[in-house]
């Protein structure tokens, strides 16, 4: 019998310490590995710490409503598992982040949180736990799906039936909506705010974020350049892909085409640092609050995929369940209030992005095209630049290579 | 010849009849099966028609009577015994497990053993311990036995007929309380009607959404749940194994490859029981994969049986156990 420490992981790269916002289990219960023990929230993100082993609870060291920093022990377990951690300094390692950027989202573990510093060493004590039924297992075989990158959304949060045919399918499980503790979805959000104490807790934690983010936002010097977007030849050929896959896979590719907009301020070096790659980050409206996801570079896959990748990642938003990819190294963001009939706008920078696009809606509107006056949709986006990274003309360019591509 | 209603033990008596009547190496011994026609009367007239010689009352001593029936199957007789109760076989135990299922191996397949044991069990007759018990997985648990345990008359009569024709002993396991269940049953002419040995698995009922597998009184309980389970728009396949040691399971793995959900129920003890072996058998079969929820068993055997008729109740499934657990089933999300 062995007692287990559980510490908190490294819920993005950032991150220096969380807050507990409640436990799920009590001493004396027994968990399962990958069963989730606490919410915790970070910087706009909320999780649930999941088990990395089996055993029972023996006491939990930090209390709901306190912080912990990384690397710190939360909660005790006793277990049969042989202690592979034991002997290793994990305090010594907690500066190491545990989550590293994974190279791509479809083969990062789903909401799993990264288990505590893990080193190297220990691999046996950090599955990363699919909880399904056998029938969900030979389907997502057949399928050729990845049951790490779907979400469940059965009573014991195992993949259910519905969940696989909504990956497979590409889009979010139609019951996610329906089955708690997800949240409902954002087009059903307005006037049916959530009253249980954990949306409640979930709601406050991501204010506090959107409150700390915008202020360190507005600190940052940065300008809005507006164009106007013939959508036509979008809609022509997005064939169902949703709004936001079209646009991110044009802003990632204008991202590789201007590295200058593809880096942040490194404000005690004053100088650029390139971001490693590109990843595009969506704004997503939750009855809870504004919560950004992120998916990999969007055109550098096939369109369907691409689309299945966005359409997970929202989902991901909606239904609380970030991760902490959705954090790191994001290029850019869109933020789209066009559904919600505004006509033009500047959104914020998430820092440290350099950049963030905001798209208004499609007007049907009187255009000159060739001498002759034509009706054509048209959309309106602005792109916010943060000034220390590149200039107007910087972004003006990168700006024509984003329209080129959405009306070529 | 047509079917006419009859109950269980009706069945078995004409079964103990066309054995008689058509092979005259058969012969029945037990305690007070001949004058007294059983301590159930399913012997009943049976001396009358067939004599002392070939319908024995024998003395109390379940160790002389297997004994004797096992030195009379090995040289070219086929005895039906009675025991008066399932109870008392742990007095026969050494002439059946370590003699009955040994000798055609022992004696390199020169001497067969056809003998068949009636073994009247399981409770609800308010008889208390000594005297309800289930224990035909004892007997599955060893090669060489045979284990039947029908539901029906017309089972009753069949299998009676086929365990009568096998080589090898076979343990014929009958619910006391299934002896005035009545049901159509088509009276055999002779042995040989029936000889395409001991009949398999029989799909009671067919439903889409979930496999019900149970044997012996717990086989009619299950199709009561299964209608009940119908209004609540559960459609359930019935199966009833009849034979438990051969186990026929390809019907069950074929059903629940179809429905995904598998309830196993009988009133012997859970723990090592026929419903383990079932589940043991579905989950390592093709079917694994197609597993929606995990196998749920409905046993009885919590306790020795209790003579207080609510916890004597309680110590067996009933038929609303198995309606209870099979929507626990189906709530579980897929």
Not at chain 1, 11 to 40: C, F, I, K, N, Y
Not at chain 2, 49 to 66: L, Y
Not at chain 2, 212 to 228: G, N, P, Q
Not at chain 2, 233 to 249: F, K, N, Q, Y
Request: with cysteine; aromatic share 4%.
């Amino acid at each position: 019998m062995a007692e287990l420490q559980v510490r908190m992981p490294a819920l993005s790269a950032t991150m220096e310490d969380a807050l507990v916002l409640s436990w799920l289990v009590a001493p004396g219960d027994v968990v399962r590995s990958g069963q989730p023990l606490a919410e915790v929230s970070t910087d706009k993100v909320d999780m649930e710490l999941e088990s990395p082993y089996d055993g029972t609870v023996d006491r939990i060291l930090v209390p709901e409503g306190e912080r912990a920093d990384l690397g710190a022990p939360l909660l005790v377990l006793t277990s049969d598992e042989e202690d592979l951690l034991g002997g290793l300094d994990l305090d010594g390692d907690a500066e190491e982040p545990a989550a590293t950027p994974a190279p791509s989202p479809a083969a990062a573990p789903a909401p799993t949180a990264a288990p505590p510093a893990a080193p190297a060493a220990a691999p046996a004590a950090t599955p990363a736990a699919i909880v399904t039924s056998p029938l969900v297992r030979r389907l997502a075989r057949e399928r050729g799906i990845d049951l790490h990158t779907v979400t469940g959304t059965g009573s014991r949060g195992q993949i259910t039936r519905a969940d696989l045919e909504a990956a497979a399918a590409g889009g979010s499980a139609p019951s996610a909506a329906a089955t708690p503790p997800a949240a409902p979805s954002a087009a059903s959000s307005a006037g049916s705010a959530g009253s249980s104490p954990g949306n409640a807790s979930r709601r406050r934690a991501i204010r506090a974020a959107t409150a700390r983010t915008t202020v360190r936002s507005a600190q940052i010097p940065q300008f809005t350049l507006y164009r106007r977007i013939d959508a036509g030849r979008v809609n022509e050929r997005r064939e169902g892909r949703s709004w936001s896959t079209e646009l991110a896979r044009a802003l990632a590719a204008a991202l590789w085409r201007h590295p200058e907009c593809n880096a942040v301020w490194d404000e005690a070096q004053e100088t650029v640092v390139p971001l490693p790659g590109v990843r595009v980050g969506i704004a997503v409206d939750t009855p809870d609050g504004l919560v950004v996801v992120a998916v990999d570079d969007p055109d550098a896959v096939a369109p369907a995929q691409a689309d299945a990748a966005v359409r997970a990642a929202v989902d991901r938003g909606r239904n609380g369940r970030i991760v902490p990819e959705d954090m790191q190294h994001v290029s850019t963001t869109i933020s789209n209030l066009g559904g919600l009939g505004v006509d033009r706008f500047n959104a914020l920078l998430v820092p440290p992005q350099p950049t963030i696009l905001s798209v208004g809606r499609i007007v049907e509107s009187p255009v000159v095209v060739d001498g002759h006056v034509r009706v054509r949709p048209m959309m309106e986006v602005g792109l916010t630049v943060d000034h220390r990274v590149a200039d107007g003309a910087d972004g003006a360019r990168f700006l024509e290579t984003f329209v080129q591509r959405l009306e070529g | 010849m047509s079917a006419e209603t009859m109950s269980c033990a009706k069945a078995l008596n004409a079964a103990m009849r066309v054995a008689l009547t058509s092979d005259p190496a058969t012969f029945l011994a037990g305690e007070d099966i001949a004058v007294y026609g059983g301590a159930f009367g399913v012997t009943e007239g049976l001396l009358a028609d067939f004599g002392a010689e070939r319908v024995r009352d024998t003395p109390i001593s379940e160790d002389a009577i297997v004994g004797m029936a096992v030195g009379a199957a090995i040289t070219g007789m086929r005895p039906l015994i009675e025991m008066q109760f399932a109870d008392f076989v742990v007095n026969a135990m050494d002439p059946l497990v370590n003699q009955a299922a040994k000798l055609h191996f022992m004696y390199g397949g020169n001497v067969t053993v056809p003998l068949v044991l009636r073994l009247p069990g399981g409770g609800g007759t308010g008889a208390a311990q000594q005297h309800s018990q289930s224990l035909e997985a004892w007997f599955a648990h060893v090669p060489g036995l045979k284990v039947v345990a029908p539901s029906t008359p017309q089972d009753a009569h069949d299998l009676l007929l086929a365990a009568v024709n096998d080589p090898d002993p076979v343990v014929f396991v009958e619910h006391k309380l299934l002896y005035r269940e009545e049901g159509p049953v088509t009276v055999r002419a002779a042995l040989a009607d029936v000889d395409g040995g001991l009949p398999g698995t029989a799909v009671r009922r067919e439903g889409a959404d979930l496999t019900i597998v149970a044997y012996s009184l717990t086989a009619r309980k299950a199709e009561e749940a299964a209608e009940a389970l119908a209004e609540d728009g559960i459609d359930a396949t019935v199966l009833d194994l009849r034979s438990l040691r051969p186990l026929d399971l390809g019907p069950v793995i074929d059903a629940v490859t179809r429905t995904g959900r598998l309830l196993v129920a009988h009133e012997a003890p859970g723990p090592v029981g026929i419903g383990a072996e079932v589940v043991a058998g579905v989950v390592g079969s093709r079917a694994f994969d197609h597993l929606l929820s995990p196998p749920v068993r409905v046993t009885g055997g919590g306790t020795p049986m209790p003579y207080a008729p609510a916890l004597e109740r309680a110590n067996i499934p009933q038929v609303e156990d198995i309606v209870a657990a099979a929507r626990r089933l189906m709530a579980e999300d897929d």
